[in-house]
């Protein structure tokens, strides 16, 4: 039976999103609603986007409570830039706030996300005049992480897969992550940019707008 994947497309790059879902061969349908958040689904993208005006259309159009059962129940779900953030367990403001400044998100601060990855993201961590970007040697581990948590080897141990191009536009910095949380891929310093949790893939950047595909492989390993 095809898989269904939602894309959250009240607000950022979700047709993107849409056309790699479909490229994957699975059904992409645009979640616009509660009715369509409390359709079948056997995933789950949020796009990039705005992140505060995304968390506040999700609770006006009845959205956050049917999507946050289904992630409560262990759908798979992918994240990207201000998807992450509303992964997010804690989340701070940058250019230069670091972990110490991070807050839970809650209804009393500005971002009000699903909370399910134990990661602190920083908000617009590069600066709104320094928000977008562009490399071609971004490091992409695959399932090496997989492999790292399953055997015990040391994050030095395992070797990078492959370089896969990436494109940040006012991204966010994860400062922290937690136990249980896995790094998919890394700029050539070092900084994770996109981590797994579980059935859960988040990323500061935008795979949507790459050719690159190795991401989406991740996520439709998840489905």
């Known amino acids: 039976m095809e898989k ?3 894309v959250l497309a009240v ?3 979700f047709i993107e999103h849409r056309r790699r879902i479909e490229q994957l061969g699975f059904q992409a349908v645009e979640l616009r609603n509660g009715d369509d958040a409390r359709s079948e689904l056997d995933g789950l993208v949020l796009p990039g986007g705005e992140s505060t005006v995304q968390s506040k259309l999700l609770r006006e159009l009845d959205m956050f409570e049917p999507l946050a059962n289904k992630l409560s129940e262990g759908m798979p779900v992918f994240g990207t830039c201000a998807g992450l953030i509303l ?7 940058g250019p230069v706030a670091g972990a ?4 839970p998100t809650s209804s009393h601060v500005a971002i009000s996300g699903f909370a399910t990855m134990p990661v602190t993201v920083v908000r617009n961590a590069y600066g709104r005049q320094l928000g977008s970007f562009h490399i071609a040697d971004g490091q992409f581990f695959g399932d090496a ?4 948590a399953a055997g015990g080897d040391s994050a030095a141990s395992v070797p990078t897969v492959a370089q896969i191009p990436m494109t940040f536009i006012r991204a966010p910095h994860i400062a922290q992550y937690g136990d249980g949380v896995e790094v998919l891929a890394a700029l050539p310093d070092g900084t994770p940019v996109a981590v797994t949790y579980g059935n859960q893939l988040g990323a500061t950047f935008h795979p949507e707008l790459d050719d690159d595909m190795s991401i989406y492989n991740t996520f439709a390993q998840m489905l």
């Open 100 to 103: 110490e400044h991070a807050a």
């Open 145 to 148: 992480t997989g492999v790292e």
């Open 87 to 93: 992964l997010a367990q804690q989340v701070a403001n």
């Open 4 to 6: 269904t994947v939602g």
């Open 11 to 13: 607000q950022g790059a």
